[in-house]
């Protein structure tokens, strides 16, 4: 199985402020015959189902502002959130979908 | 809008089954894959398996093996995920989530609202 470890595992950041989430896969999730990363980026708050925010490992979905991005490639990721808002306070988590079993990591949890 | 409703919370004994079900809307069911990802409280989330609601194929996470079964009927737009031999580490909330195509390999982009499955005796 593919190991997914995110760190930190929690940051405080202040409003405006950028905040950053490290992602590591035990092994990559860059599939050669497409140059696809199998990664995604997941947002959850408190009683809420998870909530798609990036995937392809830099792909924004639908409707997610443009303060949130995804950047790296291989076994190596990051979330960025460059101006920390009010409503971004959540766990973020990670998934490789490359093979299963699908997995993910820890969670961060950002908070202000 | 594609929506996915979840069945109510369940309580169940240690050793029995539970099954949940997922009303898809908004979009047409058989032309993607749906997901099962569970969340133990306070934990981080665990993927189950996934079915191809086109042809009905299934994929299981080894964990799960044996005691897992993902159906569907294309008929009423609903997936169902089946657990057997409950034990209170089961205790969870379950998700269902619509993957990409049917192959299975995709993000998960819309999510159920979540069904809690309590196990006790």
């Known amino acids: 199985d593919i190991v997914m470890t995110q760190s930190p595992d929690s940051l405080a950041v202040s409003l405006g402020e950028r905040a950053t989430i490290n992602c590591k896969s035990s092994q990559s999730v860059l599939y050669s015959s497409d140059n696809k990363n199998y990664l995604a980026w997941y947002q959850q708050k408190p009683g809420q189902p998870p909530k798609l925010l990036i995937y392809w490992a830099s792909t924004r979905e639908s409707g997610v502002p443009d303060r949130f991005s995804g950047s790296g490639s291989g076994a190596d990721f990051t979330l960025t959130i460059s101006s920390l808002q009010a409503e971004d306070v959540a766990v973020y988590y990670c998934q490789q979908y490359y093979s299963t079993p699908f997995t993910f990591g820890p969670g961060t949890k950002v908070d202000i | 809008q594609v929506q996915l409703v979840q069945s109510g919370a369940e309580v169940k004994k240690p050793g029995a089954s539970v099954k949940v079900s997922c009303k898809a809307s908004g979009y047409t069911f058989t032309n993607y894959a749906m997901h099962w990802v569970r969340q133990a409280p306070g934990h981080s989330l665990e993927w189950m398996g996934w079915?191809?609601?086109?042809?009905?194929?299934?994929k299981y996470s080894q964990k799960f093996q044996g005691r897992v079964t993902i159906t569907r009927d294309t008929s009423a737009s609903t997936a169902y995920m089946e657990l057997s031999s409950l034990r209170s580490e089961d205790t969870a909330v379950y998700y269902c989530a619509r993957g990409g195509d049917g192959s299975g390999y995709y993000h998960l982009d819309y999510w159920g609202q979540g069904t809690l499955v309590t196990v006790s005796s």
């Open positions: 079915i191809n609601a086109g042809n009905g194929n299934t």
